[in-house]
């Protein structure tokens, strides 16, 4: 009886995965209708150099805006964008936005800065999409200011993206940044293989760095192949005083972003005219409340 197999079919279908499956419902399709109306935003988090604490360069981080204006962290939508076909067309609209802001990231983090942009490790195994991005960073007039952040999985996965597509890169002086570095699947003897600029060491080893004797040798381990190899250095996710101290002292790492320096920022949040809170470093702050 049809009733029978219904029923049947509903314990499969517990109310926690229909709730679930309704929440991914409306994920997709709010993430459909903010690509479409460009509700997308840029925050901007320093990378800092922590001898001369200088600003080296800058990443931008996607969030999205809801209607009712809270902001989404790319925790929450950037694997559904990637599984939907979506992240092409975002990774261009970051671009858009970047150079649409291009003057006052001039005037807030100077015109030298580096301009780092995160690209998924599917879409740097995309040649179609990697040309297209390639061409349109040439046509911003500034290649050279650029650079595209790719974690470790791009780089071992079978694609061309090491031997075709780096080189196009570079070719226009775009810089090609490892992220998330040591928590993927290439081991550090994969590192001689990579043609990298910069190499981002995971949060997840800087976190407590000066009291953890594993992570500080995993670090030593890192830093001295990088430096063999002629790529920069930077430590993730600096959130405290010891941590940072602990870098200056004990390596030769130069670079580092965190929450010590400064959380991603809106830009259009430091203009003091459009200030709407009283509380300006609130005001200004663009850490996503959901964790990514
Ligand atoms: P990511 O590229 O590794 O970026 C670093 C993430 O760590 C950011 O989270 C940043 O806000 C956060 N973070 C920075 N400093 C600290 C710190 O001191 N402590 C802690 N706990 N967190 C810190 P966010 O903005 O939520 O971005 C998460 C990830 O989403 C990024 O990781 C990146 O993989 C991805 N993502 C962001 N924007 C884009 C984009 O435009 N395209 C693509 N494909 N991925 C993006
Ligand atoms: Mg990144
Ligand atoms: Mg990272
Ligand atoms: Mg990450």
């Known amino acids: 009886r049809v009733k029978n197999e219904t029923k049947g079919a509903a314990v499969f279908f517990d109310s926690s995965m229909e709730s679930e499956a309704l ?5 997709e399709q709010s993430l459909r209708l903010a690509i479409l109306d460009k509700r997308f935003c840029c925050a901007f988090q320093p990378k800092v150099d922590i001898r001369s604490l200088e600003i080296k360069g800058i990443e931008a981080l996607v969030r999205l805006r809801n209607d009712d204006g809270v902001i989404q962290a790319p925790g929450t939508f950037i694997n559904l964008a990637v599984e939907l076909g979506l992240i092409d067309e975002l990774t261009h609209l970051v671009l858009a936005e970047i150079m649409k802001s291009i003057d006052l990231i001039d005037e807030t983090f100077g015109a030298a800065a580096t301009i780092s942009i995160n690209v998924a490790a599917k879409q740097a195994g995309n040649p179609e999409f990697m040309r297209a991005f390639a ?17 470790e999985d791009a780089f071992v996965a079978k694609t ?3 031997d075709d597509i780096l080189p196009m890169f570079r070719a226009l002086g775009v810089g090609i940044s490892i992220d998330d570095f040591g928590v993927g699947y290439s081991s550090l003897s994969a590192l001689a293989d990579i043609t990298a600029d910069e190499i981002k060491i995971d949060r997840s080893f800087i976190t407590d760095i000066h009291k953890r004797p594993r992570s500080q040798g995993i670090l030593r381990a890192i830093e ?7 790529m920069a250095v930077i430590a993730e996710g600096v959130e405290t005083f010891e941590e940072l101290a602990y870098l200056q002292a004990a390596t030769k790492i130069r670079y580092a972003q965190g929450y010590y320096f400064s959380e991603p920022i809106f830009l259009e949040e430091l203009q003091p005219q459009t200030r709407t809170s009283s509380d300006v470093r609130g005001a200004s702050s663009a850490r996503p409340a959901a964790d990514a």
């Open 23 to 27: 929440a991914r419902m409306a994920t």
């Open 135 to 151: 061409r349109a960073i040439e046509e911003t007039g500034c290649p050279t200011r650029f650079m595209v952040e790719v974690t």
């Open 160 to 162: 061309h993206f090491q």
């Open 224 to 230: 001295s192949l990088s430096e063999a190899l002629g």
